[in-house]
Nanobody, 121 residues
Framework: QVQLVESGGGLVQPGGSLRLSCAAS????????MAWYRQAPGKQRELVAS???????KGADSVKGRFTISRDNAKNTVYLQMNSLKPEDTAVYYC???????????????WGQGTQVTVSS
């Protein structure tokens, strides 16, 4: 059974920084793309940033220049460095990973349990 465990959320003042981490554990062959999503109260879940195995990244326009996604393939971990945080960044942040169980196998999407990020003075 694959688990994604997130950490690093919390309360921060506007303009502050937080770093989220998400570690994958369990028995699997490989992790393909990894990503961070967020969901604010009353809104749909949205993609924040994604990263391929090779390190290519994409990010939402709302976070470009402020958030950076990275990964450590040896640790099966993805990170989200969030700088210059704004109140509108307040949301539950979810980690996502596409995992295969054997070479050339199907991709299965897994989600973390979510971590709360609150930006408020």
């Amino acid at each position: 059974q694959v688990q994604l465990v997130e950490s690093g959320g919390g309360l921060v003042q506007p303009g502050g920084s937080l770093r989220l981490s998400c570690a994958a554990s369990g028995s699997f062959f490989s992790i393909n793309a990894m990503a961070w999503y967020r969901q604010a109260p009353g809104k749909q879940r949205e993609l924040v940033a994604s990263i391929t195995t090779g390190g290519s990244t994409k990010g939402a326009d709302s976070v470009k220049g402020r958030f950076t996604i990275s990964r450590d393939n040896a640790k099966n971990t993805v990170y989200l460095q969030m700088n210059s945080l704004k109140p509108e960044d307040t949301a539950v942040y979810y980690c996502n990973a596409d995992i295969t169980y054997y070479s050339g196998g199907n991709l299965y999407a897994y989600w973390g349990q979510g971590t709360q990020v609150t930006v408020s003075s």
